[in-house]
């Protein structure tokens, strides 16, 4: 018998079923401590302990060495890094969850020293001036190189290829990261993306290099494994909302409604959206995008128990993602069943340290 609270209650996506509607979003916890970038044991105990959530989301991933723009981050472009990702999957799995891999490249928002020296890549040779954490600790990330035609092929194929060894590793499904101010919000945006060929100038040229890059990986699976993240409110560094955001984006999603991939999640951010140029999704940025998508959204973005029932029940969202109450709750769906209190995380060790604040979180009593 399904609960009557909406939370708990089955849903499809593609072909897979999900026993509720609480989502593990993706979090960068840096615990990827060796330079080949191989999941470790500690992150498949990670996983699984978390693996009640209807679906959980890995944190983003590299596709390829020039997607890099942070230390002790997990890749997904070798086979080594494969057999890593298998472990983690496997103890999901075991566990009784499903989980998809997140693979985002960062484009501008990198640095040098993360890459032997070389510019990082990027549509346009504009600079996000990110602070980017290297091993000498923060840097201003530089002037980008411009992305070449070559470029941007071989990294539609990087995205593909990283999707076959998701396949190999075991995933239930690959997440395109399409969010804040790395690669793709980089081409879909104006002020970043000043090209003159077929990637750039119109929406539908900025829009293109997200939708080959989709199209590269569905045709690596299928379209019901794969999902995308956007997050049109929101900036990072330089790039910012502009005039043309919204109108970019409605393009984008109605072009990835088309596809039927397995779901769409839109970040909304916590802050004051009045006076910006994006202050129509001050009420929801689900509620405003579901005009223009008819397939499966997942809502994330400072959600509580309360609020995430509440998009569901309004039909705004069908799946609700949380991040930062999944660090110190391995039981969020169990905690919110029986209404326990959230324990408290300790941001001290959210990017550093070993299994100390990252697998040594008890689950509830009751």
Known sequence: MHSSDILFQPIKIGDLELPNRIVMASLSRARTGNPELIPIALQAEYYRQRASAGLILSEGT??????????????????AQAEGWKRVTEAVHAAGGRIFVQLGHCGAASHPDLHGGRLPLAPSSVSLEQPVFTPEGFKTSPVPQAMTLDDIERTVADYARATRLARQAGFDGVELHGIVGYLIPEFLNETFNLREDRYGGSIENRARFALEVLDAMIGEWSAGRVGLKLSPGVGLGK????????????????????????????????????????????????????????????????????????????????????????????DLVERFQHGLALAQADEETYYQGGERGYTDYPRAQR
Request: no cysteine; hydrophobic share 45%.
């Open 239 to 330: 790039l910012q909302p502009t005039a043309q955001t919204l109108p970019t984006y409605q393009y984008l999603v109605s072009q990835v409604a088309k596809r039927k991939i397995a779901y769409l999640q839109l970040y909304h951010p916590a802050g004051d959206l009045g006076a910006t140029p994006v202050e129509a999704l001050a009420g929801g940025t689900a509620a405003y995008f579901r005009q223009f998508y008819d397939g499966v959204i997942m809502a994330n973005g400072a959600l509580t128990q309360a609020s995430a029932r509440a998009l569901l029940e309004a039909g705004d969202a069908d799946l609700v993602s949380f991040g930062a109450p999944y660090i110190a709750n391995p």
């Open 62 to 79: 590299w596709p390829s060495e020039e997607a890099i723009g942070a230390l002790h981050v997990p890749g997904l472009f070798t086979e």
